[in-house]
Protein backbone atom coordinates (compact mmCIF):
# COMPACT_ATOMS: atom_id res chain seq x y z
CA UNK A 1 0.00 0.00 0.00
CA UNK A 2 2.62 2.36 0.72
CA UNK A 3 4.55 2.08 -2.75
CA UNK A 4 1.07 2.36 -4.33
CA UNK A 5 0.63 6.02 -2.63
CA UNK A 6 4.38 6.72 -2.97
CA UNK A 7 3.71 6.49 -6.64
CA UNK A 8 0.42 8.27 -6.39
CA UNK A 9 2.18 10.85 -4.69
CA UNK A 10 4.93 11.09 -7.26
CA UNK A 11 2.32 11.27 -10.00
CA UNK A 12 0.76 14.40 -8.72
CA UNK A 13 3.47 16.16 -7.85
CA UNK A 14 4.95 15.55 -11.79
CA UNK A 15 1.30 16.91 -13.05
CA UNK A 16 1.04 19.90 -10.52
CA UNK A 17 4.98 20.84 -11.81
CA UNK A 18 4.14 20.37 -15.34
CA UNK A 19 0.88 22.29 -15.26
CA UNK A 20 1.65 25.37 -12.81
CA UNK A 21 5.53 25.72 -12.86
CA UNK A 22 7.04 28.49 -14.81
CA UNK A 23 10.09 28.18 -15.78
CA UNK A 24 10.58 31.56 -17.76
CA UNK A 25 9.37 33.54 -14.78
CA UNK A 26 10.54 31.57 -12.03
CA UNK A 27 7.54 31.09 -9.79
CA UNK A 28 3.61 29.34 -10.19
CA UNK A 29 0.93 30.16 -13.30
CA UNK A 30 -1.54 31.41 -10.92
CA UNK A 31 -4.41 29.49 -12.93
CA UNK A 32 -4.27 26.86 -15.71
CA UNK A 33 -7.81 27.05 -17.73
CA UNK A 34 -9.35 24.53 -19.46
CA UNK A 35 -8.16 25.10 -22.77
CA UNK A 36 -4.50 24.79 -21.23
CA UNK A 37 -3.48 28.18 -21.51
CA UNK A 38 -2.26 29.93 -18.42
CA UNK A 39 -2.72 32.99 -16.24
CA UNK A 40 0.85 33.66 -15.67
CA UNK A 41 -0.52 36.85 -13.29
CA UNK A 42 2.11 37.03 -9.62
CA UNK A 43 -0.02 36.30 -6.53
CA UNK A 44 0.44 35.34 -3.29
CA UNK A 45 -1.46 32.31 -3.07
CA UNK A 46 1.44 29.97 -4.49
CA UNK A 47 2.91 30.76 -1.36
CA UNK A 48 1.11 28.04 0.34
CA UNK A 49 2.77 25.52 -2.25
CA UNK A 50 6.31 26.66 -0.43
CA UNK A 51 4.87 26.69 3.32
CA UNK A 52 2.70 23.81 3.77
CA UNK A 53 4.57 20.71 5.29
CA UNK A 54 4.81 18.32 1.61
CA UNK A 55 5.46 20.71 -1.06
CA UNK A 56 4.60 19.39 -5.00
CA UNK A 57 8.20 21.67 -5.85
CA UNK A 58 11.46 20.91 -5.68
CA UNK A 59 13.75 22.52 -3.26
CA UNK A 60 15.01 25.46 -5.58
CA UNK A 61 11.59 25.52 -7.62
CA UNK A 62 10.73 26.33 -3.68
CA UNK A 63 13.26 29.24 -2.95
CA UNK A 64 12.74 30.53 -6.60
CA UNK A 65 9.00 31.06 -5.39
CA UNK A 66 9.69 32.44 -2.06
CA UNK A 67 12.37 34.85 -3.42
CA UNK A 68 10.09 36.21 -6.27
CA UNK A 69 7.33 36.65 -3.80
CA UNK A 70 9.72 38.32 -1.25
CA UNK A 71 11.22 40.85 -3.93
CA UNK A 72 7.61 41.61 -5.14
CA UNK A 73 5.07 41.12 -3.03
CA UNK A 74 6.05 41.41 0.45
CA UNK A 75 5.65 44.71 1.91
CA UNK A 76 5.89 45.55 6.12
CA UNK A 77 2.19 44.33 5.94
CA UNK A 78 1.84 41.11 4.41
CA UNK A 79 1.61 40.56 1.13
CA UNK A 80 -0.22 41.94 -2.07
CA UNK A 81 -2.48 40.43 -3.86
CA UNK A 82 -0.89 41.09 -7.26
CA UNK A 83 2.52 42.38 -8.60
CA UNK A 84 3.09 46.09 -8.81
CA UNK A 85 4.51 45.16 -12.07
CA UNK A 86 1.29 44.06 -13.84
CA UNK A 87 -0.96 45.83 -15.83
CA UNK A 88 -3.86 45.45 -13.47
CA UNK A 89 -2.55 46.38 -10.39
CA UNK A 90 -4.30 48.49 -8.05
CA UNK A 91 -1.97 49.93 -5.10
CA UNK A 92 -4.52 52.43 -3.18
CA UNK A 93 -7.77 50.81 -1.52
CA UNK A 94 -10.28 53.84 -1.90
CA UNK A 95 -13.35 54.84 -3.57
CA UNK A 96 -17.00 53.71 -3.80
CA UNK A 97 -17.55 49.90 -3.38
CA UNK A 98 -16.75 48.94 -6.79
CA UNK A 99 -13.63 50.85 -7.49
CA UNK A 100 -12.51 49.39 -3.93
CA UNK A 101 -13.91 45.37 -5.05
CA UNK A 102 -12.10 46.07 -7.97
CA UNK A 103 -9.01 47.27 -5.82
CA UNK A 104 -9.49 44.24 -3.43
CA UNK A 105 -7.76 41.28 -5.35
CA UNK A 106 -5.45 43.23 -7.80
CA UNK A 107 -3.03 44.94 -5.31
CA UNK A 108 -4.27 45.20 -1.76
CA UNK A 109 -1.89 43.67 1.09
CA UNK A 110 -3.24 40.73 3.04
CA UNK A 111 -1.44 41.15 6.82
CA UNK A 112 -2.87 36.86 7.27
CA UNK A 113 -0.64 36.12 4.33
CA UNK A 114 2.51 36.51 6.32
CA UNK A 115 2.63 33.83 8.19
CA UNK A 116 2.48 31.32 4.99
CA UNK A 117 5.29 33.49 3.98
CA UNK A 118 7.64 33.35 6.94
CA UNK A 119 6.62 29.59 7.18
CA UNK A 120 8.09 29.57 3.41
CA UNK A 121 11.07 31.96 4.10
CA UNK A 122 11.92 29.57 7.21
CA UNK A 123 11.51 26.24 5.43
CA UNK A 124 13.91 27.42 2.46
CA UNK A 125 15.99 28.59 4.62
CA UNK A 126 16.47 25.51 6.85
CA UNK A 127 14.88 27.43 10.00
CA UNK A 128 18.86 28.60 10.33
CA UNK A 129 19.27 31.62 12.87
CA UNK A 130 19.52 34.30 10.59
CA UNK A 131 16.46 33.56 8.86
CA UNK A 132 14.62 33.59 12.40
CA UNK A 133 15.99 37.14 13.29
CA UNK A 134 14.90 37.92 9.45
CA UNK A 135 11.70 36.90 10.35
CA UNK A 136 11.44 38.36 13.04
CA UNK A 137 11.91 41.98 11.12
CA UNK A 138 9.39 40.94 8.78
CA UNK A 139 7.08 40.79 11.38
CA UNK A 140 7.81 44.07 13.27
CA UNK A 141 5.45 46.06 11.51
CA UNK A 142 2.41 44.43 12.19
CA UNK A 143 3.73 44.29 15.83
CA UNK A 144 3.95 47.97 16.75
CA UNK A 145 0.47 47.93 14.36
CA UNK A 146 -0.87 46.02 16.68
CA UNK A 147 0.16 47.87 19.67
CA UNK A 148 0.35 51.50 18.27
CA UNK A 149 -1.74 52.16 15.15
CA UNK A 150 -5.84 51.91 14.78
CA UNK A 151 -7.34 49.64 17.24
CA UNK A 152 -4.94 48.73 19.65
CA UNK A 153 -4.67 44.99 20.18
CA UNK A 154 -6.08 44.12 16.69
CA UNK A 155 -5.10 43.92 12.84
CA UNK A 156 -6.26 45.34 10.11
CA UNK A 157 -7.65 43.15 7.13
CA UNK A 158 -6.14 45.13 4.73
CA UNK A 159 -3.69 47.10 3.67
CA UNK A 160 -2.78 49.43 0.90
CA UNK A 161 -0.21 47.98 -1.31
CA UNK A 162 1.60 51.23 -1.88
CA UNK A 163 3.49 52.75 0.96
CA UNK A 164 2.70 54.22 3.02
CA UNK A 165 0.59 50.92 3.09
CA UNK A 166 -2.43 52.47 4.49
CA UNK A 167 -4.77 50.15 7.14
CA UNK A 168 -7.70 50.06 5.50
CA UNK A 169 -10.87 47.50 5.62
CA UNK A 170 -12.60 46.29 8.95
CA UNK A 171 -9.93 47.59 11.97
CA UNK A 172 -9.90 44.27 13.66
CA UNK A 173 -9.97 41.24 11.13
CA UNK A 174 -9.57 37.89 13.10
CA UNK A 175 -7.58 35.96 10.56
CA UNK A 176 -4.65 39.01 10.61
CA UNK A 177 -4.53 38.53 14.16
CA UNK A 178 -4.13 34.95 14.70
CA UNK A 179 -2.37 34.79 12.09
CA UNK A 180 0.57 36.91 14.01
CA UNK A 181 -0.58 34.87 17.01
Known amino acids: AATH ?13 KLFWNEQTGYLNDC ?6 VDTSLRPNQIFAVSLPFSPLSVQQQK ?3 DVVQKN ?4 YGLRTLSPGDSRYKGIYTGPQQQR ?8 VWPYLIGPFIEAYLKVNDFNKKSKKEAA ?13 GCLGQICEIFDGDPP ?17
Do not use: N
Open 5 to 17: YRQFADKIRASFQ
Open 32 to 37: VFPDGS
Open 64 to 66: SVV
Open 73 to 76: LLTP
Open 101 to 108: DEAYHQGT
Open 137 to 149: VFIEPLMQHLTED
Open 165 to 181: HKPKGCFAQAWSIAELI
